[in-house]
């Protein structure tokens, strides 16, 4: 028997098989809602995830060797995205103070109305996470987290920053513990993408 989990043979005897085959059909709806999204700017998929990144994560993580790490990616696959975002005017380059071959991506006037206009690309699939019971979608988050965690361990997710992987979290016998906030955090107040995380 095939050991594919895209086989619906081998899916019909192996769970595991089933969940993988799922997100990857999860996966196929983002791109798809990407795609659609990017048609209607004249953006490629790339650039419009580049300018949702800088709208909403600090400066320091802005600059292409990071944003390789982020979307795995190669560097020169993403200074040829930010130049195009540079061109059309949505992003500007600033140089670093420190290394003058350095610089930070910040948005233009023009580049936060194009994240205003393409950043709930993924609103479909929120309204129907939406749907789920509390200790569904609960159980679902806490799986993510550690699937996410997992692939970041073996070297398939170059970045996370999740709580699991931060020098700040603590499992204590009463659940989860930010040292960071000084804090005891329910299973649905744990972060996927933390400002304040320092990999442990």
Sequence with gaps: MSKSPFDPARQNINLTAKITSGLERIAGVFRVLLWDHAKTIGLSPIQIQLLIFVAHHDDG???VSHLAKEFNLTKPTISDALKALVQKG?????????DK???TIILTPKGK???AATELFASPV????N???APDKEQLFSSLQELIFGLNKVGIITVQRTCFGCRFYEQK??????NFLGKTLLTNELRIDCPEFEAS
């Excluded at 949505?90 to 420190?98: D, G, I, M, N, Q």
């Excluded at 016998?173 to 930010?178: E, I, N, Q, R, T």
């Design 101 to 103: 071959r350095a610089f």
């Design 113 to 115: 109305e194009a994240v």
């Design 90 to 98: 949505l992003a500007e380059k600033v140089p670093s103070k420190l």
């Design 126 to 129: 929120e309204a129907s996470i």
């Design 131 to 133: 749907k789920l019971s």
């Design 173 to 178: 016998p009463d659940g989860h513990f930010c």
């Design 61 to 63: 993580l802005c600059n």
